[in-house]
């Protein structure tokens, strides 16, 4: 990322941290404040209703998994464990406030994360995400559970979610995404002007913070990277970043893999990250809109039933627009059905002769778990330079 | 090491004189396809299935028979599928009655069968000698770290080790875990693309304590999704089920079968314990479990077996002496029979499998006259598969309705959903009953990292402790 691009970052960054407060403010106004896991969960309905939406989504720090274990199995994601851990260890200064928590229940560790935000008395909505996603009565199911949201919503915050509300609200997080989408098309050059580490962050960015002022900022550094370029070397081998998510402050491995000499030039991740490809239409039914973007045109997640094939032919398409070299899959520990998966893609990364690094993280980045974690990386960046 | 150590063992296991020269070349062959030598056979015949089961009833080791009878078909799959027979396959826990039903409708032309529960009792609780499929799934992709279902990975590596051939279709019941259906797609995708799955599932998205049964909403998805995916398989399968068949199938199962197993349920709660709560699980799981060989000699076993427990109870007999407490499992680790003999041996009984006990509701007849509104409200009934909440009222009706004196959790570590609740349920269980609830992590179906030196302490302490509240 070149120098101007950097300060622009830099200042989004302090606006991010400030968010809470920010929050809590508003809250004192009366504004209702609404969480939300995971990616099934439409921001433009708790906008339109005139509330906030603040993504449940943080991770990297080992306490907060564990933190909840005299409640929940061990061999839980240690993503879904954490959700609840930093509330539990009163490090959470957003879910403390929320007036509701729509939380997915799309797989186990979702679903029971929600029970646990239940069983611990925060007010919660459970929206059920059948993973049979092919069958149209799985997709009615979903359909209806945005309705019972939408009225939810109504309900708490005494705004009527009219046409005309939830069109702005869309055409606002189209606008968010339409940005996120050039900016990450301009990844496909050589050098990328932006590596993966600030991508990511600049998409956990645009969930922190007014739709408008988000998109007007994310414009900002675009045009900034877009005329001045970035700061990697044309030599720097690009990497996929794959696997189920990188969440709000789970930056080490990111950090590792650009830090020893190669470039995440995109990501195919399933959760924490905008999906431009997929803006919502603005026309017609727009609840069903929602439904049909949110559930069915997107590439389906890993859970998802009858998903893997798709999901390789969508990465292959990826590893050839954007010039990609080596492939990382990163993955949570007990994560079982991305372990399946990446045995799986490992398997077909072979046969393309694409090199594949397999990481696992517990959220664990002591001393001892870092040496052996960098040299991996850095003998994978090392292959790949020589290839 | 026996002579013929495959007669001995089908003589051993209640095969009857005259079928044994039918049996004994299919035993012999399918024991080898199953990767069990002789001396393994020797070893369970001698020293593990007498040190595990009560082989001094002939109703015990009937039982077994029936199970290795099963064990035999399943591994003439392919030969089945030369014959132009069409399979269906499921797992657990689904609504037997279906699988049964497409049984019933064309016997010698359908085969059903849960292949990877079969093999896990089988090989485990029978042989100890499960470990090679694990090993061999976990080598192929379904890796040991990430703790997945040894059921899963059975089932997996019976088919890529082409034990099992692909059947016509797979029927999953998905609304349990999500790796089950998952690990059909993984079988296509990694090793036989011929393997067609159909998918019945239903998020985990009810408020805690809802009591889903009573959800006429849920109530008709669930209908909607059973009816689906049951006429999809007819036609994957090309026969028409008549409705009949599926009500025939019930009461084959639950007028038939259910009333004499909740006989001897009952006969095990008298005190002292007459039977082990292992023996009692194994005769509970055909009501769970489709026998493409059909429930009768598992019948014919239990009506033994009532018998003889019986005699047992009017001499006093029993297992534990008199007094001693009882504990209720959610499933009874069966597949690792070391376990519920542990216990016993530290003079504390493990009789009551929670998830095969009826609740009282369940015992009460259907608001809905369809056969799928009826089959999904009764679904919607069983303890494992609703929410926490309600689970957790209907486990405590059970644990008043039997007088048990704590309740057993955990061995479900590898189960993202079933096992995933049972820490909070322990707390919530002890909440509402003052009953003592124990969590022990275990795994139910395999024991590599579970071994019995690994759980005797822990399990002298449940037993102290219980004994300890009840004196």
């Given at each position: ?8 970052m830099?200042?989004?960054?302090k ?6 407060e920010?929050?809590k403010k ?9 969480g939300f896991t995971g ?8 906008d ?16 907060p ?8 199995l ?8 954490a959700?609840?851990g ?10 403390p ?7 997915q229940c799309?797989?186990?560790h ?8 239940e069983?611990f008395k925060l ?28 009225r939810?919503?109504?309900?708490m ?10 069109r ?19 990844r ?7 590596g993966?580490y ?18 007007g900022k ?26 189920h998510?990188?969440a ?10 650009e830090?020893?000499g ?18 919502v ?6 609840v ?5 973007t949110?559930y ?16 390789i ?22 994560d ?7 045995s ?7 046969q ?27 003998s ?8 | 090491m026996?002579?013929d ?16 020269p039918?049996?004994l070349?299919?035993?012999r062959?399918?024991?080898?396809k ?7 056979i020797?070893f369970?015949m ?9 082989v ?5 080791r ?15 799959t ?10 269906v ?9 279906f699988?049964y ?6 016997p ?13 009792y ?8 499960l470990n ?5 799934a ?5 890796l ?7 059921l ?5 590596w019976?088919?890529r ?11 999953l ?10 690990t059909?797609e993984?079988?296509?995708?990694s090793?036989?693309p011929d ?5 019945t599932?239903m998020?985990?998205?009810q408020?805690l ?17 059973m009816k ?16 009949e068949k ?11 079968y ?33 026998f ?29 002496p008199k007094?001693?407490p ?10 690792n ?32 006259e369809d056969?799928y ?11 494992m ?22 309740m ?7 189960d ?5 609740d ?16 124990f969590?022990?992590e275990?795994?139910?179906w ?26």
């Open positions: 990322m070149n120098s101007s691009a950097r300060v622009l830099s200042e989004f960054a606006d991010v941290v400030a968010w809470p920010m929050l508003e809250k004192t106004k009366g504004t209702k404040l609404v990616r099934y969960i439409p921001e433009e309905l708790i339109a209703a005139g509330a906030r939406s603040y993504l449940i989504c943080r991770g990297g720090e080992p306490e998994p564990d933190a909840v274990l005299p409640y929940m061990r061999f839980m994601s240690p993503f879904a464990r959700q609840i930093y509330h539990l260890l009163g490090i959470d200064p957003v879910v406030m929320l007036d509701l928590i729509v939380a799309t797989d186990c979702m679903a029971r994360l929600a029970d646990m935000f069983y007010p919660t909505m459970k929206v059920g995400v059948p993973s049979d996603w092919y069958k149209p009565i799985s997709q009615d199911y979903y359909c209806r559970g945005l309705a019972k949201l939408k939810r919503l109504e309900e915050t005494g705004n009527s979610i009219t046409d005309e509300r939830l702005a609200s869309i055409e606002g997080f189209n606008e968010i995404r339409n940005t996120l989408g050039k900016i990450n098309e301009l496909k050059k050589n050098p990328p002007p932006i993966g600030d991508f990511i962050r600049l998409n956990h960015f645009s969930f922190c913070g007014d739709v408008a002022e988000v998109a994310l414009e900002n550094i675009h045009e900034s990277i877009r005329k001045e370029g970035g700061a990697f070397s044309e030599k720097a081998p690009r990497v996929l970043l794959t696997g998510l990188v709000m402050g789970d930056y080490v491995v990111l950090n590792l893999i830090n020893a190669a470039v995440i030039a995109a990501e195919f991740l399933d959760e924490g990250i905008r999906y431009p490809q997929w803006n239409p603005t026309d017609g039914d727009l069903k809109n929602l439904a049909e949110y069915l045109q997107r590439t389906p997640p890993s859970r998802s039933n009858y998903a893997w094939s798709q999901r032919k969508q990465m292959e398409q990826i590893i050839a627009d954007f010039h990609i070299d080596g492939v990382v899959w990163y993955q949570l520990s007990f079982e059905l991305y372990s399946l998966e990446s799986l893609i490992a398997g077909r990364m072979k393309m002769r694409i090199p594949f690094l397999k990481l696992e993280s517990s959220y664990e980045y002591s001393r001892e778990a870092m040496g052996p974690l960098s040299t991996r990386v850095e994978f960046v090392e292959s790949l330079k020589k290839r | 026996a002579a150590v495959h007669r001995e063992f089908l003589e051993f296991t209640g095969f009857e004189k005259n079928e044994i039918e049996y070349p299919l035993w062959k399918a024991s080898e199953l990767g069990l030598s002789g001396a393994d020797s369970a001698e020293q593990w299935i007498p040190r595990h089961f009560d001094k009833l002939k109703g015990v009937k039982m077994i028979g029936a199970w290795i009878r099963e064990a035999i078909d399943l591994t003439r392919h030969e089945y599928k030369e014959q132009g027979m069409k399979s396959y499921g797992i657990l826990p689904a609504h037997a009655t699988y039903a497409f049984k019933m409708a064309d010698d032309n359908v085969f059903v069968s849960f292949p990877d529960i079969h093999l896990v089988v090989l485990n609780a029978f042989f100890h000698r090679p499929y694990l090993d061999g976990e080598k192929a992709g379904m040991y770290g990430c703790r997945h279902c040894a899963n990975k059975t089932r997996f019976s088919r080790s082409e034990l099992i051939a692909s059947p016509s279709v797979s029927w019941w998905s609304f349990v875990c999500d790796e089950a259906a998952k059909d993984f079988i296509h995708d090793c036989a393997w067609k799955t159909l998918v599932t998020p985990h998205d408020p304590g809802t009591r889903e049964d009573e959800v006429d909403e849920r109530v008709e998805y669930l209908a909607a999704q689906d995916s049951f006429e999809s398989v007819q036609q994957h399968i090309g026969l028409k089920v008549p409705e599926i009500k025939a199938a019930s009461d084959m199962l639950w007028l038939g259910a009333p004499k197993l909740e006989e001897l349920l009952q006969l095990v709660a008298r005190d002292p314990q007459p039977l082990s709560g292992e023996e009692v699980y194994f005769f509970a799981e055909p009501l769970q479990i489709p493409n060989t059909g429930i009768e000699t598992m019948e014919k076993a239990l009506d033994i077996l009532i018998g003889e427990v019986k005699e047992r109870v009017a001499k006093g007999e029993g297992i534990l007094g001693a009882k504990l209720m499992s959610i499933l009874t680790p069966a597949a029979p070391w376990i519920v003999k542990m216990f016993e041996e530290c003079g504390v009984g493990v009789p009551f499998p929670e998830g095969l006990m009826p609740s009282k509701k369940e015992l009460q007849p259907s608001r809905f056969p509104m009826a089959a999904a409200e009764s679904w919607l009934k069983y303890s598969t609703v929410n926490v909440g309600y689970k957790c009222e209907i486990i405590c009706e059970k644990i008043e309705t039997y007088g048990v004196d704590g057993l959790l955990g061995f479900l570590d590898f993202r959903w079933l096992g995933s049972h820490r909070l349920l322990s707390k919530m269980v002890e909440e509402k009953t003052g009953v003592p609830a969590y022990i275990g795994d139910i395999e024991d590599r990292d579970y071994s019995p030196e690994a759980l005797r302490t822990r399990i002298e302490t449940v037993a102290s402790v219980v004994k300890m509240r009840k004196s």
